[in-house]
């Protein structure tokens, strides 16, 4: 019988497109493990030579949710004997036939569910064998409404992310000495916003020793960094703690981490400002190998506001949780996200975030215009701000934040940082191509820093090292720091990098 797929080859090739966020990412490496360990040939991202191409989907907001249209749109359009497009992900699990319907391009729409048999699925793809498309569901009705009974039920849940080493291999799709890991997943909480509770499902922490054998297989697979990540890291534990989150179930894990060989540092996001608990702040702003940074989703100042999106905090609370952290730790990094043209926001209410932003001096700041989302509550708030109005917002709020985190990026000049190397940029001159992350910026979206100095000390980087440097410039976000050695050679415990881990050196 012929090979019912479109090349001959030995293996059929699979490409993965992932669009959204960290945790999207993760769930990427675990479909790429599912497929290699079946024998597919996987790609990271479409190179136009895939049987197959997956696009993991995003739908955060209106402008993710084209993107991933456009995504699918795209896939396989390289491919002179046609790809193969299959979307999952985010919105694939959201709006399922909805958006099979809306979009024939693609062969299929799969959810969580289909994860753990990815591989047959795509059989079937290859094959021509027509499939269902998902169909949606409240996946918060899927576990028990009281968090301690979760942890029995989930066996029989899907659930992205959780079936990780050891029992699914994981396989990484770049060389990057920093690696996001799944902590959690699901959130219990109503925000007015927000939909990803109800596609995303109820919030399950993952088994402390799971996490630990990650970071472990992470370490030994060239990662120097971990990325914690969840929708609401601050909720850890309390589902497997019988003192809940309160217990410091997550302070008690950070510590495994930071012990683990080859690690350098580990950092959390995503971090709930209502649940925030002085022991975490200690645990984040203290401990050797833990990143002194506060990823705070405070999403505005004005406490009208924050009742309307069904959230906690005014900008005096907010102001005196981030004078905590700072008296813990005056280096500490603390960025957040917030929304601007929530509906009924008047003039009052925005003056009163610009008023948090300058007394807060944040070190980076996401702005986002509110829009309406599918099943949310705020969707039937009355008193909409009109489209051109929160676009001004949007960017009257930018300008402010960028100063905001400019200045404070330019008072750290002089200061001494810990950079964790991370490419080599053939692009800048030559004393300055090695560029890295400080602890107090988390990867991709909070500035980075360019090394520069002694070109012996220079040559012998590699990504994963974690170097001592003064900071001399700052340009924007962005900072120049001056290596003066590389720092440590025992662990994450004491920013150890006497060898270099990762690929990518020059």
Request: proline share 6%; aromatic share 4%; with cysteine.
């Amino acid at each position: 019988m012929a090979d019912p797929s479109p090349r001959a080859r030995e293996h059929p090739r699979v490409a993965l497109v992932t669009l959204g966020c960290a945790r999207n990412d993760v769930d990427s490496e675990e479909l790429a493990g599912r497929l290699a360990a079946e024998g597919w040939d996987v790609a990271p991202g479409d190179d136009g030579d895939a049987d197959v191409v997956v696009v993991n989907t995003c739908t955060f907001v209106e402008q993710a949710k084209k993107d991933s249209v456009d995504a699918v749109l795209a896939a396989g359009g390289g491919s002179a004997d046609g790809a193969k497009v299959v979307a999952v992900g985010c919105m694939a699990e959201r709006y399922g036939a909805e958006l099979a319907e809306a979009l024939p391009e693609a062969a299929a729409v799969l959810g969580f569910d289909h994860y753990g048999d990815l591989p047959a699925r795509l059989d079937d793809v290859l094959a021509g064998r027509p499939l269902a498309s998902h169909t949606p569901t409240d996946r918060r009705t899927l576990l028990p409404i009281s968090p301690v009974k979760r942890p029995e039920a989930v066996r029989d849940t899907s659930i992205p992310g959780h079936e990780w080493v050891p029992t699914v291999p994981r396989r990484r799709l770049d060389d990057a000495p920093v690696a996001p890991l799944k902590l959690a997943s699901g959130c219990d909480r109503r925000c007015s916003f927000c939909a990803i509770p109800s596609f995303r499902g109820a919030f399950v922490s993952r088994d402390p020793g799971d996490v630990v054998a990650e970071a472990a297989w992470l370490a030994d697979h060239g990662v120097a960094e971990v990325l914690l990540v969840s929708e609401n890291s601050t909720s850890y534990g309390k589902d497997i703690d019988a003192r809940g989150a309160a217990g410091g179930a997550l302070e008690r894990l950070l510590g495994e981490l930071t012990v683990v060989p080859g690690l350098r540092r580990v950092r959390v996001s995503y971090l709930q400002p209502a649940e925030v608990r002085p022991p975490l702040l200690r645990a984040i702003a203290t401990t050797p190998g833990v990143a002194s940074y506060f990823d705070l989703s405070f999403q505005h100042a004005s406490a009208p506001v924050l009742r309307r999106m069904r959230r906690f905090g005014s900008r005096e609370t907010f102001l005196a949780l981030c004078r905590e952290i700072r008296a813990l730790d005056p280096e500490a990094g603390i960025r957040s996200n917030v929304i601007v043209g929530f509906p009924g926001e008047t003039e009052e209410d925005l003056a009163e975030l610009e008023a948090f932003l300058a007394e807060a001096e944040l070190d980076a700041v996401g702005v986002f215009g509110y829009s309406d989302e599918d099943g949310t509550e705020a969707l039937g708030l009355p008193d909409k701000v009109d489209a051109g109005e929160v676009a001004a917002r949007v960017e009257r709020i930018t300008r402010l934040a960028e100063h905001v985190a400019e200045d404070r990026a330019a008072r750290r000049v002089g200061r001494t940082v810990e950079v964790l190397v991370e490419r080599w940029d053939a692009d800048e001159p030559d004393d300055e191509r090695w560029v890295g992350r400080a602890a107090h910026q988390g990867p991709d979206v909070d500035g980075e820093c360019r090394l520069v100095g002694d070109l012996t000390l220079l040559d012998g980087l590699a990504p994963g090292v974690v170097v001592t440097g003064r900071v001399v410039d700052a340009e924007g976000i962005d900072l120049v720091v001056e290596a003066l050695g590389v720092a440590g050679d025992g662990g994450a415990a004491d920013l150890a990098a006497g060898a270099p881990v990762g690929a990518g050196a020059r």
